[in-house]
């Protein structure tokens, strides 16, 4: 850990200890980060950097308003206190309502299995963006446009609050972007592949296959026919199930989402039945490995797991300690800001479906016609609405997976597809792909998993939707 950071520990609970006695609560977040950028697009060289961020952030609570300050210069921390006071005391009129969380000091590190990505060279890094990308742009001549992109990113953070919490906390995160487009006259098709990891940099140096995938599922579908759009029982892959939990539901789960709308509220209410007695949905950060994985969130409250959907039903919600306390629940650990520049927001974890019973094969018998539909390419939703494109698809017919088909896109109400979730498969496989973008932070990792699932009545059809 640095020394840089560690030094100023006296520092912040001096500062908390001088002004809490004007705001009901008082956090200060130290943060230094360490990361390289790398992208490459066709044989261009678009980005190529290494950086050192150092900062912080301050949040000040007072009668339920908040005020927000940030700061580059520790010499400038004490004028950023008074302004995220004043600014408190200007917007609060309420009550501040924070649901308890047990003081804590602690100095902690996620842990790696292998190397640390600032121990690789820049130019180590670069080669193997330069392999991957050959590997895109060689594949077949109808390869127009490739991309890839490198990401690491290794933050080091003390938090220290009004209530006597003082966490040291350092993870490491990496990400790399594959995608190629083909052309064939008129046609345009395109594959991307996404990965990333908090465990070693080795889980990035031996994806020569995936990256191919990209190019190969570009190529083959300028052949392709498009599906015919109609509604269908479909069955999807892992991926694509962790898709869905994350986008579909997980947002809906966001309790502050829900205190604000309380036609929401309603509609996302305790005891509420949303699927079969199989269907369990969790998020939290407590499992390990994963790239929503932490050990404290941005708020100093232990990471936890959280059951949200039991047997079909609505059990639970994920909390910051604000949306815990007005909504009378407990906090769940999921306030997370991507960096000092943001202050904290209720954001997923790891999210996923637990694995069920059905053996995967059986999952097809009995569909007269159907889609199977694996990965992603890209998608949106809109409240209770979806919609997301696959990366690659099939028909299904007579129980059988039949001919390949593009363009296939998957739409309709998150709460009637859940209840139309006929069966869930025996597999199960952690996507660690994600970057979920929320309230203007976009790019913070997190985790999806869940096994295949079949599901009937669900709209297929329409022109796929890019990334």
């Known amino acids: 850990m640095s020394n840089r950071l560690a030094r100023h520990q006296d520092l912040l609970t001096d500062l908390i200890n001088r002004y809490k006695h004007r705001v009901d609560f008082l956090t200060i977040r130290l943060e230094e980060g360490q990361g390289t950028n790398i992208l490459l697009r066709g044989d261009k060289v678009e980005t190529l950097s290494e950086g050192i961020s150092i900062g912080g952030q301050v949040r000040a609570c007072y009668k339920g308003g908040w005020g927000f300050a940030t700061f580059n210069q520790l010499s400038t921390l004490a004028e950023r206190i008074e302004d995220a006071i004043a600014a408190a005391r200007l917007v609060g009129e309420e009550e501040t309502i924070l ?36 590997i895109l742009r060689h594949y077949n001549n109808q390869i127009t ?50 990965t990333g990891s908090r465990k070693a940099y080795e889980d990035l140096i031996n994806l020569d296959k995936q990256v191919e995938g990209a190019a190969k599922r570009a190529v083959e579908s300028l ?29 809906l789960s966001e309790a502050d989402m829900l205190y604000e709308n309380p036609d ?11 699927g079969n007695e199989e269907l369990q949905i969790f998020d939290g ?46 906090p769940t650990g999921n306030a997370r800001c991507l960096n000092y520049h943001y202050a904290p927001i209720v954001r997923m974890t790891n999210t996923w479906i637990e694995r069920g ?73 952690w996507d660690e792909s994600g970057g979920c973008g929320k309230g203007g932070q976009s790019g913070l990792p ?19 939707v890019e990334e």
């Open 446 to 464: 997190v985790g999806c998993g869940g096994p295949s699932l079949r599901i009937r009545d669900v709209v297929v059809g329409g022109e796929a």
């Open 285 to 330: 950060a407590a499992p390990e490995g994963h790239r929503g994985s932490y050990l404290y969130d941005d708020e100093g409250t232990p990471a936890t797991t959280t059951q949200l959907i039991k047997d079909g039903i609505l059990v639970g919600r994920l909390h910051s300690r604000e949306t815990a306390g007005k909504l009378g629940e407990n």
């Open 357 to 429: 019973k059905t053996p995967v094969k059986e999952l097809f018998l009995g569909i007269k016609e159907g889609v199977y539909a694996v990965n992603w390419q890209g998608g949106m939703t809109n409240g209770e609405m979806f919609t997301f494109s696959a990366g690659e698809a099939w028909m299904i017919r007579d129980g059988k997976i039949a001919e390949p088909v593009k363009d296939v896109t998957l739409s309709g109400n998150v709460f009637k597809t859940l209840a139309n979730i006929e069966a869930i498969g025996d597999d199960f496989y």
């Open 99 to 134: 649901a308890p969380v047990d003081p804590v000091q602690i100095s902690c590190k996620l842990p790696l299995t292998g190397t640390d990505p600032r121990l690789i060279s820049l130019i180590q890094k670069k080669e193997l963006c330069d392999r991957y990308n050959d």
């Open 264 to 274: 929401l509220l309603e509609v996302m209410s305790m005891g509420k039945r949303f």
């Open 223 to 251: 052949i392709l026919p498009p599906v015919k759009g109609n509604t269908y029982t479909v069955v999807i892959d892992p991926i694509l199930t962790g898709l869905f939990v994350h986008e579909a539901f997980g947002h």
């Open 145 to 194: 446009t490739t991309s890839v992109r490198y990401g690491d990113s290794t933050q080091h953070i003390i938090l220290a609050t009004s209530e006597g919490t003082l966490i040291e906390q350092t993870w490491a995160d990496i990400e790399m972007r594959f995608s190629a487009t083909a052309r064939n006259g008129d046609i345009v098709q395109s594959g991307r592949e996404t």
